[in-house]
């Protein structure tokens, strides 16, 4: 069975920067055809993109969150790894990961979310 479990601080201060980690379960990272994806959700606010790193290690990003955003992979652990830079508190949100599968074209499988507030 596919599992996704995001890891993180929790709380950060402005200006720091976020590290969050997306353990996979039951599937490789490696496995091709599939995106691996992070997501957040502001309080009161929709599901966003924020970017994806694929099968093979290519990475894509949000156009309004390049410039602060950067997606890793650790295929020995299974894992992959978002890093925000210069978070402020409009970076308060649930974040979540999720695995994308190019045949079916679908989200197929979410991790819980994990929710990081950004205070001083």
């Known amino acids: 069975q596919v599992q996704l479990q995001e890891s993180g601080p929790g709380l950060v201060k402005p200006s720091q920067t976020l590290s969050l980690t997306c353990t996979v379960s039951?599937?490789?990272?490696?496995?091709?055809?599939?995106?691996w994806n992070w997501f957040r959700q502001p309080p009161g606010k929709g599901l966003e993109w924020m970017g994806a790193?694929?099968?093979?290690?290519?990475?894509y990003y949000r156009p309004s969150l390049k410039s602060r955003t950067s997606i890793s992979r650790d295929t020995s652990e299974n894992q992959f790894t978002l890093q925000l830079s210069s978070v402020a508190p409009e970076d308060t949100a649930v974040y979540y990961c999720?695995?994308?599968?190019?045949?079916?074209?679908?989200?197929?499988?979410w991790g819980q979310g994990t929710r990081i507030t950004v205070s001083s």
């Open positions: 999720a695995r994308y599968d190019m045949g079916p074209v679908t989200y197929d499988y």
């Open positions: 790193i694929t099968f093979d290690g290519r990475t």
């Open positions: 039951g599937f490789s990272i490696a496995t091709s055809n599939y995106y």
